[in-house]
Nanobody, 116 residues
Framework: QVQVVESGGGLVQAGGSLRLSCVAS????????MAWYRQAPGNQREWVST???????NYVKSVEGRFTISRDNARNTVSLQMNSLKPEDTAVYFC??????????WGQGIQVAVSS
């Protein structure tokens, strides 16, 4: 059974940086998509970024140029480097690993708080 566990996060002042990491375990397909989502209080979950096995990445417009997603296929990890953080980046961030239709797995979520 595929599982994902996030780490990192915390509290930072606006303009600061944080790095989130996610480790996936279990019977993974190498072609799995790895992604980050976030959910701010009172809001729906929002897609942030996705990276494919070959490193092709996409970002929601609001984080382009500030966030960088990366993955290590050998270690089944995905990271999200977040720079120039803004208060509106405050949210619970979720790691997602999927290989439809076989699995679509979410982590437990990790809090990121940015103070102004």
């Amino acid at each position: 059974q595929v599982q994902v566990v996030e780490s990192g996060g915390g509290l930072v002042q606006a303009g600061g940086s944080l790095r989130l990491s996610c480790v996936a375990s279990g019977p993974l397909f190498r072609s799995s998509l790895m992604a980050w989502y976030r959910q701010a209080p009172g809001n729906q979950r929002e897609w942030v970024s996705t990276i494919t096995t070959d490193g092709s990445a996409n970002y929601v417009k609001s984080v382009e140029g500030r966030f960088t997603i990366s993955r290590d296929n050998a270690r089944n990890t995905v990271s999200l480097q977040m720079n120039s953080l803004k208060p509106e980046d405050t949210a619970v961030y979720f790691c997602n690993v999927k290989a439809v239709p076989f699995y679509d797995i979410w982590g437990q979520g990790i809090q990121v708080a940015v103070s102004s």
